[in-house]
């Protein structure tokens, strides 16, 4: 047991993935669903930040966040759903928070670098990809 807790092994990166997976995407859920049952009234205030439109972007930040939030909680194509919120979440940091200094966007920030974690470590036997996936 000594081992076990001292070591340098882990534990279970298995129950490590889905730990991380529920929390960031559960993040991710909570941030995203006030955007879209109030979609109508942030739209007017949303920036087109790459120039793709207000309304297209808003959208794909609802999809980033709230859909794929979802996908990465149940593990549904981890690695593929957890590549729109890396794409907003370095727009976030790069380009929405730009000029901000760096408190302000921390969280952004944090997300951008969770989200290529949960890229390398991938879903775990605990998820939906593993019975989608034979390996």
Known sequence: MKDK????????SDVAALLLRLIFGGLFIYHGYPK??????ILPMFPDLIGIGSKTSLILVVFA???????????LLTRL???????????????????????????????????FVVFVLGSGKFSVDKYIIKE
């Open 81 to 115: 759903t957890v590549i729109p919120i890396f794409i907003t979440m370095f727009v976030a940091f790069f380009i929405a928070h730009a000029q901000d200094p760096f408190q302000a966007k921390n969280l952004p920030f944090v997300y951008l670098l969770l989200s």
């Open 36 to 41: 879209l049952v109030g979609f109508d009234q």
């Open 5 to 12: 807790l001292l070591g340098l092994q882990p534990i279970s």
């Open 65 to 75: 966040e709230f859909f794929c939030g979802i996908f990465i909680v149940i593990g």
